[in-house]
């Protein structure tokens, strides 16, 4: 089993910057791969960023050139830098880890295994 836990998420101003923190614990040594995802209000679930343990990493295009996905093996911690918010990035963001990602299927969410609760991020003036 994987516990994940996200922080990092507020009230932030259009043109401003956040970074999200998901910590892991438990049996991690089976992850190969970590990412984040959100949910906007009203919308669907989309796969924002994912890092593999090769570090190879995937962005959405709506988020290219601002957004940072990163890990740190030894503190067992994966975060998500984002700068130049807008008020369409406004959603509630989860951590999710994976034992059997391939890199064909990445965004796939039902091939995560583990979820956190989430982090709410509201981008307003």
């Known amino acids: 089993q994987v516990q994940l836990v996200e922080s990092g998420g507020g009230l932030v101003q259009p043109g401003g910057s956040l970074m999200l923190s998901c910590a892991a614990s438990g049996s991690i040594f089976s992850i190969n791969a970590m990412g984040w995802y959100r949910r906007p209000p009203g919308k669907e679930r989309e796969c924002v960023a994912v890092?593999?343990?090769?570090?190879?990493?995937y962005y959405t295009d709506s988020v290219k050139g601002r957004f940072t996905i990163s890990k740190d093996n030894t503190k067992n911690m994966v975060y998500l830098q984002m700068n130049s918010l807008k008020p369409e990035d406004t959603a509630v963001y989860y951590c999710?880890?994976?034992?059997?990602?391939?890199?064909?299927?990445?965004?796939?969410?039902?091939?995560?295994?583990?979820w956190g609760q989430g982090t709410q991020v509201t981008v307003s003036s």
């Open positions: 890092v593999r343990h090769t570090s190879t990493t």
């Open positions: 999710a880890a994976g034992s059997g990602i391939i890199s064909s299927s990445m965004t796939n969410a039902r091939h995560y295994d583990y």
